[in-house]
């Protein structure tokens, strides 16, 4: 059973770069679509983008210019880089992971990992 | 971007009671329609996707329909557990966007 695991720090200062990392286990990151989306305190989730596990990616134009999301298919590992973070950043990141990019849905989910934007 | 609007936000119901939610696209999303669980301090659940089919695992009780922009989810006969907030989700096109949310509470 496929397994995802959120990791990193859970402050950020602000106008500094957010970095999460996702661990799979339990199966291959191979041949699907890494999702990362989040949740501010109270709010409803926000899609920021996906790597396939070739390494292309598609991102929210809200947030692109400030979006990094890579791959390492030998640690079984992706990861989300957000530069320039306000406290409007501050939220629940999770990862997630999609079977296909034909209706894009999140099958398998982190627990998530709550990072605050505070100086 | 694709808007996702829910109706109703929030609701009270009985255990017992059947409900339904709805969900409508600002543009035909065809049956790229997708319905997730989220409890409070959890991650979303998948509960349903392509509108209609149930992700493996969760109960029959459990029903989605529609197509094109309307689409509606609905729990046969509530149970206690089922008391959540429920998202739908446009999977047709990037950026995928969610409804604003449906809290089910206990009346």
């Known amino acids: 059973q496929v397994q995802l695991q959120e990791s990193g720090p859970g402050l950020v200062k602000p106008s500094e770069t957010l970095s999460l990392t996702c661990t799979v286990s339990g199966g291959s990151i191979s041949y699907y679509y890494w999702t990362w989306i989040r949740q501010p305190p109270g709010r409803g989730l926000e899609w920021i983008g996906f790597i396939y596990s070739s390494g292309s990616t598609n991102y929210n134009p809200s947030l692109k210019s400030r979006v990094t999301i890579s791959v390492d298919t030998s640690k079984n590992q992706f990861s989300l880089k957000l530069s320039s973070v306000t406290a409007a950043d501050t939220a629940v990141y999770y990862c997630?992971?999609?079977?296909?990019?034909?209706?894009?849905?999140?099958?398998?989910w982190g627990k998530g990992t709550t990072v605050t934007v505070s100086s | 971007d694709i808007q996702m609007t829910q109706s109703p936000s929030s609701l009270s119901a009985s255990i017992g009671d059947r409900v339904t939610i709805t969900c409508r696209a600002s543009q035909s999303i065809s049956n790229y329609l997708n319905w997730y669980q989220q409890k409070p301090g959890k991650a979303p659940k998948l509960l349903i996707y392509?509108?209609?089919i149930l992700q493996t695992g969760v109960p029959s009780r459990f029903s989605g329909s529609g197509s094109g922009t309307d689409f509606t989810l609905t729990i046969s006969s509530l149970q206690s557990e089922d008391f959540a907030t429920y998202y739908c989700q446009q999977g047709y096109s990037t950026p995928y966007t969610f409804g604003q949310g449906a809290k089910l509470e206990i009346k």
């Open positions: 997630a992971r999609a079977p296909s990019d034909v209706n894009y849905y999140m099958d398998v």
């Open positions: 392509a509108a209609s």
